[in-house]
């Protein structure tokens, strides 16, 4: 920005404040662009995220009309329960990742090209995750579905980890009032979902019974990743 005073009196301290105030104002605006776009892709995010757990929770079943082949509320869920557990198991991990990604978002101060684009690969995971539970209520007995559905909550939750690294390093996305300390805390809050999800991929081609159960070292995962996090800090 160039300035040209006005007047007979010429001196630099006139263009030389002038500048600075440019200077300024170019930052100003940059990082007001730069909060708009970080704004924008949370609104994508989490627009995204409930209309996926509407779905999921219409693809529950339902028994109205058929009332009459269940004499109560606990004979219902007893004679569906194999068609409850994989689709709330995928309920529970949405909102969870749901969660993160506020968690995660939260610390940032503006986002650009490569981290936007991490964050809609995991939106597009999110989405597909719909399409795998659409093919295990065509094709219950598939257990590769159910390794699909492994494989990719294990890349919406590693993607969520990538997209924080790439953030945090060099401070190119959060403002240097956040401590070393808190960054490897929550970087250690997004890697039990992902890990978990990589542990279950084998149990997926036992059966549904087995992928479901394992699903239940997520508790365990997370006391060894914090402990491992305790032990680094302490080293």
């Given at each position: 920005m160039e300035c040209q005073p006005r007047g007979k009196e010429y001196s630099s301290k006139p263009m030389l404040d002038c500048h600075l105030t440019g200077t300024v104002m170019s930052d100003a605006a940059k990082a007001a662009k730069e909060r708009r776009h970080l704004d924008r892709l949370e609104t994508l995010i989490d627009s995204i995220y409930a209309l996926v757990?509407?779905?999921l929770v219409a693809q529950f079943p339902n028994p109205l009309g058929f009332e009459e082949q269940f004499s109560n509320f606990w004979h219902f869920i007893s004679s569906q329960g194999d068609k409850l557990v994989s689709?709330?198991?995928?309920?529970?991990?949405v909102v969870i990742y749901w969660l993160q990604n506020n968690l995660l978002f939260g610390y940032l101060e503006r986002t650009d090209n490569k981290h936007a684009v991490l964050a809609i690969v995991q939106l597009f995971f999110v989405l597909f995750y719909l399409y795998t539970a659409d093919l295990l209520d065509a094709f219950p007995d598939a257990r590769?579905?159910?390794g699909m559905q492994s494989a990719t909550f294990a890349?919406?939750?590693f993607l969520a980890v990538w997209g924080w690294s790439y953030a945090t390093k060099n401070r190119r996305l959060i403002g240097d009032d956040l401590e070393d300390e808190e960054i490897l805390r929550v970087r250690s809050k997004t890697l039990p979902e992902p890990i978990t999800a990589l542990i279950t991929l084998p149990f997926a081609f036992l059966g549904a019974t087995a992928w479901n159960l394992s699903w239940l070292a997520v508790p365990l995962v997370t006391l060894v990743v914090v402990r491992r996090r305790a032990k680094r800090n302490t080293a």
């Open positions: 757990i509407v779905f689709p709330l198991i995928g309920l529970v991990l590769f579905v159910l890349l919406m939750g």
